[in-house]
């Protein structure tokens, strides 16, 4: 008899296999975000910092509710980032969540910045807590087409299924609507009336009065044009189905405390303006998303015209749950604002959330855009994209085969994921995966990461 002695591999979930060395340098600049992590590397616990050395590339924070996006990310984004004298413009889903953090950091780091920064709040809840701001200030309405954006920004954010349904008929007509009513009223007598509530009460007029009136602006002949003769030649059924459509979605917005908000003028949304520096906090409501969400979309469009320019202040973006509002040109925004320094941060619950809301030719690009990514758990489809981004490490295999006259043993390696599916689908609430981007004068070699992201519990309740 034999006596077979084999040390099988204890190792079940392959955990040790699939750890890989990663950044343990602490990198800073006057940009930077570091978050301090530790991770395991062969069984053995490290410490390790992820440095997103360039925001400016964008940053996509990923995770299912309860991952930890905003307590172990967002957080330490808004707060290094006015450590660091950034402007700001906070998308505040669950308000006041992240705008307490925006305020209670800016007055402890006031002296850090040149010109001190104004802290605006809109809020549509509490009145008495909220400034007013008119997203569609005529200062800042230079020609039609900030109108054409305005306009598309609202009806689209007013009702969802036409984002996929953008170029037909009944879809571009009330977008074209609106845009007349909106640049009728930059016109006449210079803008005084131009606001969002004078826009959805004037287009409540007759048809007669309404279209006499509208004539009398030369510019928008050519957009109140099909209407005018749908009236003339009394096509009323397409009349009414293209007017109808914007009246019916506007008229949600009307409300005292969205007239009040949107027609006031106690600040401007050129946040990086480095002589009137703001940090500006919109605060949206859960059980009322839908209506908020569609008037927050038209001050994001208006903030991302404003802020993206040369010889500006550096300035932070911050949305949270970043699909409950829509705003066209998002990629352009995160291709183009990097030379402005305007540094985005987008947080997303999942993948199939962002086609959901946006189409999936949107949401690819944003996906694909984005230079840091930061993800919780996530499953399914965004699991496997997020592998597969993250690449593969050489693992090594051992196979062990006993039978009555013989032992065999072979090893061999093979290239494997790095962080498979299963395990980002797995991770638990403060541990995260990801990839940052570098810069040429800051050159990173490991740039993926699978760590857990250390918060000083005690400091961050205090």
Request: proline share 4%.
């Amino acid at each position: 008899s034999r006596l077979i002695k084999v040390n099988f591999r204890k190792d079940i979930f392959n955990r040790m296999n699939e750890s890989f060395p990663q950044e343990e340098r602490l990198l800073e600049n006057e940009y930077s975000i570091n978050l301090p992590t530790a991770y395991n590397l062969r069984g053995k616990r490290r410490t390790s910092w992820i440095n997103v050395i360039n925001p400016f590339r964008s940053l996509l924070v990923i995770g299912t509710p309860g991952a930890g996006k905003s307590y172990f990310v967002v957080r330490h984004i808004i707060t290094q980032h006015i450590r660091k004298a950034f402007t700001m413009f906070i998308y505040d889903f669950k308000y006041d969540d992240l705008s307490r953090i925006a305020y209670n950091t800016l007055l402890r780091n006031a002296r850090r910045y040149l010109v001190l920064p104004r802290f605006y709040v809109i809020n549509f809840e509490d009145l008495s807590r909220s400034h007013r701001c008119n997203p569609l200030d005529p200062a800042t309405m230079e020609d039609i087409t900030d109108a054409t954006e305005s306009s598309r920004t609202i009806m689209l954010g007013l009702n969802r299924d036409w984002i996929k349904k953008q170029g037909d008929f009944f879809v571009e007509s009330p977008i074209n609507f609106v845009t007349a009513i909106i640049w009728f009223l930059r016109k006449y007598e210079d803008g005084k009336y131009c606001t969002l509530p004078h826009v959805i009460e004037l287009m409540q007029l007759d048809y007669p009065k309404l279209f006499k009136l509208l004539r009398t602006e030369p510019e928008i002949e050519v957009l109140i044009n099909p209407f005018e003769s749908a009236f003339r030649n009394e096509a009323m059924e397409q009349l009414e189905g293209q007017i109808a459509s914007a009246k019916i979605g506007m008229a949600r917005l009307s409300s005292p405390q969205l007239y009040y908000v949107l027609s006031g003028n106690d600040f401007t949304l050129d946040i990086n303006n480095s002589k009137e520096p703001k940090i500006v906090c919109v605060g949206n409501n859960p059980q009322k998303q839908q209506i908020y969400g569609a008037v927050l979309s038209l001050y994001i469009s208006r903030v991302i015209k404003l802020v993206n320019k040369k010889n500006q202040q550096k300035c932070s973006l911050i949305f949270d749950e970043f699909p409950t509002i829509y705003f066209n040109g998002i990629d352009s925004l995160i291709a183009t604002a990097r030379a402005n320094k305007v540094a985005t941060c987008l947080a997303v619950q999942d993948y199939s959330q962002l086609k959901k809301d946006y189409g999936r030719d949107q949401a690819e690009v944003i996906m694909n855009i984005v230079g840091n990514v930061i993800s919780g758990q996530v499953v399914g489809e965004t699991a496997k994209l997020l592998s597969e981004r993250f690449g593969k490490i050489v693992q090594e295999r051992e196979s062990i085969s006993i039978n009555a006259s013989d032992t065999s043993i072979s090893r061999s390696t093979q290239l494997d994921s790095a962080i498979p599916p299963s395990k980002i689908a797995t991770l638990s609430s403060g541990e995260f995966v990801g990839t940052v981007a570098d810069d040429p004068d800051q050159k990173i070699d490991l740039k993926v990461f699978h760590a857990e992201i250390l918060n000083d519990h005690a400091a961050i309740r205090k």
